[in-house]
């Protein structure tokens, strides 16, 4: 590298890349100055973020990618000229929205066994592949031994909220003193104290699908999520899903008459003996029915059923720790719910079998002989069926002779903007198209504006920070 770059690089570095020191701001939380949390510097809507495997970060915007010739190119409004670092030093890459005209979302999701989720509309399927119709990248040829589910009609509901987002749209109740009591940092809230944190949620649907993912470093996760309340202090009117080690209970509580548990205590074994530290929370409430089912990484747990009537207007929600603080909340997302409840699949049938689910949840095991139009043809030991795909919630492939994409070092992750992702191996990024290819579909092209996150290093081990008590 020529001298005049690289002391270009030295002074945009110094002045951009994030340290701990650089990168923490303190913020009154409703302009009340004894209550504080320290937050990452807020990227603006029009700038992309680099950031490197040492967990430096650069804000500015990506320019291209060429796996052969000057690796990842970066622009910064401080620097003359646009930078090139080398890829194998890059983590990844947040993207600012860019101008596309995006087409009409696909209703269907394809799971790969690598992981991977395509969103489209199916087109068809025979023994060799399936045509997956989508906006993104047009008609894309699956090789069948690829996939490991489908999901013919996953409708999206719409979406109310999706965060954490800014610390300033989060309150810690009044009375705590003086005290820094939670800190937001890459996307995710972290408890320092046992307080609780909340925020309104303008829009709170009466049937809504709330998620969150919740890690934890001791052995047992402690912690409660209040929802539909009216204020973030007790007392209050709401409800709390309470997480005591493996017990699990959802109480009711009330100005008037106090607490209250529904249905008893549930045992989730999971979260025994210190094996599980991380969880997805799913829990999908309806007031019409007076009902809330509890999903734990896609599968359910609970249901309960209120005994008297849900008669609490309260849009709130909020978080707290029971623990010393040893809570991490992050990819927080709140929708309209249409009443279905999807489960993952568990434990496969005999790998010979493959397994359609029906929209009333009856299961079908046999074999999958082809999508042709609207109609899934599929054959058990029994008879012959011709399904319609309307009716089909999910289609689980056998395992008995199922493929899995090989690993490159060159693979990079690519998650789309609204939902799903692909790992592809890198070609080349430019004119705002990423370029690559991969054994489960092969060549594509997909355009910038339809993603919001590249991962770059992907097979690496990312070295954890050990000054950095929230590297969890």
């Known amino acids: 590298m020529k001298q005049a770059t690289w002391m270009a690089v030295v002074g945009v570095l110094?002045?951009?890349?994030?340290?701990?020191?650089?990168?923490?701001?303190?913020?009154?939380?409703?302009?009340?100055?004894?209550?504080?949390m320290v937050a990452d510097k807020a990227t603006t809507e029009t700038d992309d973020v680099l950031e490197f495997l040492n967990k430096d970060k650069l804000h500015g915007t990506l320019l291209g990618v060429s796996t052969e010739e000057y690796g990842l190119k970066w622009k910064h409004v401080r620097a003359d000229k646009p930078i090139d670092f080398a890829l194998t030093s890059a983590a990844r890459a947040t993207l600012a929205a860019r101008k596309i005209t995006p087409g009409t979302p696909g209703k269907a999701a394809v799971y790969l066994t690598n992981g991977d989720m395509l969103p489209g509309n199916i087109v068809s399927l025979d023994a060799d592949k399936l045509v997956l119709d989508t906006w993104y990248a047009g008609k894309i040829d699956i090789r069948r031994l690829m996939i490991a589910s489908i999901l013919p009609n996953l409708a999206?509901?719409?979406?109310?909220?999706?965060?954490?987002?800014?610390?300033?749209?989060?309150?810690?109740?009044?009375?705590?003193?003086?005290?820094?009591?939670?800190?937001?940092?890459?996307?995710a809230m972290y408890a320092l104290q046992s307080y609780p944190l909340g925020r309104d949620i303008p829009g709170m649907p009466d049937a809504a699908d709330i998620r969150f993912d919740?890690?934890?470093?001791?052995?047992?996760?402690q912690f409660s999520f209040m929802f539909f309340t009216d204020n973030f202090q007790e007392p209050a009117n709401g409800y709390i899903l309470q997480i005591s080690g493996s017990s699990i209970s959802l109480q009711r509580i009330s100005r008037s008459s106090g607490s209250?548990?529904?249905?008893?205590?549930?045992?989730?074994?999971?979260?025994?003996?210190?094996?599980?530290?991380?969880?997805?929370?799913?829990?999908?409430?309806?007031?019409?029915?007076?009902?809330?089912?509890?999903?734990?990484?896609?599968?359910?747990?609970?249901?309960?059923?209120?005994?008297?009537?849900?008669?609490?207007?309260?849009?709130?929600?909020?978080?707290?720790?029971?623990?010393?603080?040893?809570?991490?909340?992050?990819?927080?997302?709140?929708?309209?719910?249409?009443?279905?409840?999807?489960?993952?699949?568990?434990?496969?049938?005999?790998?010979?079998d493959d397994m359609v689910r029906l929209a009333n949840n009856d299961k079908i095991s046999g074999r999958l002989k082809a999508i042709i139009g609207d109609t899934v043809k599929?054959?058990?030991?029994?008879?012959?069926?011709?399904?319609?795909?309307a009716q089909v919630a999910e289609i689980s492939t056998s395992g008995e002779k199922s493929e899995r994409a090989r690993r490159n070092k060159e693979d990079v992750r690519a998650y789309f903007s609204d939902k799903g992702l692909v790992?592809?191996?890198?070609?080349?990024?430019?004119?705002?198209?990423?370029?690559?290819?991969?054994?489960?579909?092969?060549?594509?092209?997909?355009?910038?504006?339809?993603?919001?996150?590249?991962?770059?290093?992907?097979?690496?081990?990312?070295?954890?920070?050990?000054?950095?008590?929230?590297?969890?």
């Open 156 to 187: 999206v509901p719409a979406l109310i909220y999706q965060g954490p987002g800014e610390p300033a749209d989060w309150t810690v109740p009044r009375g705590y003193g003086d005290q820094t009591m939670w800190r937001f940092k890459n996307g």
């Open 378 to 389: 599929f054959e058990t030991s029994y008879a012959a069926l011709d399904i319609p795909l």
């Open 214 to 221: 919740a890690a934890w470093r001791s052995a047992y996760p």
């Open 14 to 36: 110094g002045l951009c890349l994030t340290s701990r020191a650089m990168a923490q701001r303190v913020i009154a939380i409703n302009d009340r100055p004894a209550i504080q």
């Open 423 to 472: 790992t592809l191996q890198l070609d080349r990024i430019d004119k705002d198209e990423i370029k690559g290819q991969s054994e489960n579909y092969g060549k594509i092209t997909l355009p910038l504006g339809a993603l919001r996150l590249l991962e770059f290093n992907i097979y690496e081990e990312k070295p954890a920070d050990e000054t950095d008590a929230f590297a969890f």
């Open 260 to 352: 209250r548990s529904l249905d008893g205590n549930v045992n989730y074994e999971a979260f025994q003996n210190g094996v599980c530290r991380n969880a997805t929370f799913n829990l999908l409430v309806d007031k019409s029915l007076k009902t809330f089912t509890l999903l734990i990484n896609g599968k359910r747990v609970s249901q309960w059923t209120e005994p008297t009537d849900l008669t609490f207007k309260g849009t709130g929600l909020s978080f707290r720790s029971n623990n010393n603080g040893d809570l991490k909340i992050s990819n927080i997302s709140i929708r309209a719910w249409d009443g279905k409840t999807v489960e993952t699949v568990g434990a496969r049938l005999p790998p010979k």
